[in-house]
């Protein structure tokens, strides 16, 4: 198992828990920000490097930004975190992922908004949940057409709850996740992951997108094949594939 995270404190405290649950088994580790398209390649080069096979990817890095950024590689922070650098790291791994299985997490936020192909850099009216779901759609997108482009990977997504943590910004949204009642706590959102990476691959919808045990219908403008296709191509085009 490797544990990927940006930000060097809180990627030492989730070694710690893996290692804990792990009666003390050492993961690996790597620090990657998913907004840098050379970090994303570094990090690929590594795991080659040190793994001959790899069983599952869980494209699992996200965040939803207060305010419009634009990335060194030049696209909005949004899109680049949460969709084009998984789907870089994820083809630079296919050969190595093939009989494995792609876990991308995704959100019913999805519904607020819809990826544009045409134009990953945003422009100045910038809203950031829209941005986000935006984001999210993609996400969903990615698995269907993984699903349909490299049938010897077992591709979904899924919807975690709204989950307690830290992965917004912004004080507004900062509050909601921490203090607002009702959410998902973590371990119960990871969870669905594990199951999701560890269920027999028949017991799953290949391409298909999970909320709790289920899969379910998403929007149709993220269910959509020829956007899918349209998608993937934009996305490896931006990301130099």
Known sequence: MVVVGRDPQRLAAAVAKVRQAGN??????????????????????YLLETYPRIDVLANNAGGMIANYRRTADGYEATVQGNHLGP???TNLLRERLA???IVNT?????RSGRPDPDNF??????????TYGAAKSANILFASEAARRWPDITSVSFHPGVVRTNFGDGTLTRLFYRYAPLLVTPEKAGALLVRLATIPAKGLVDGGYYV????????SYAADPAAAARLWAASEAAVGI
Do not use: C, I, M, W
Not at 25 to 42: K, L, M, N, T
Not at 106 to 110: E, F, G, P, R, V
Not at 212 to 219: E, I, L
């Open 87 to 89: 789907f870089l790291l």
């Open 106 to 110: 995704a959100s019913d936020a999805h």
């Open 99 to 101: 009989g494995g299985r």
């Open 24 to 45: 003390g088994r050492e993961p690996g580790r790597f620090r990657a920000d998913f907004e840098s398209f050379q970090q994303v390649r570094d990090l690929a080069t």
């Open 212 to 219: 709790g045990h289920d899969p379910k219908k998403p929007a």
């Open 121 to 130: 850099a945003g422009n100045g009216k910038y809203r950031s949940f829209q």
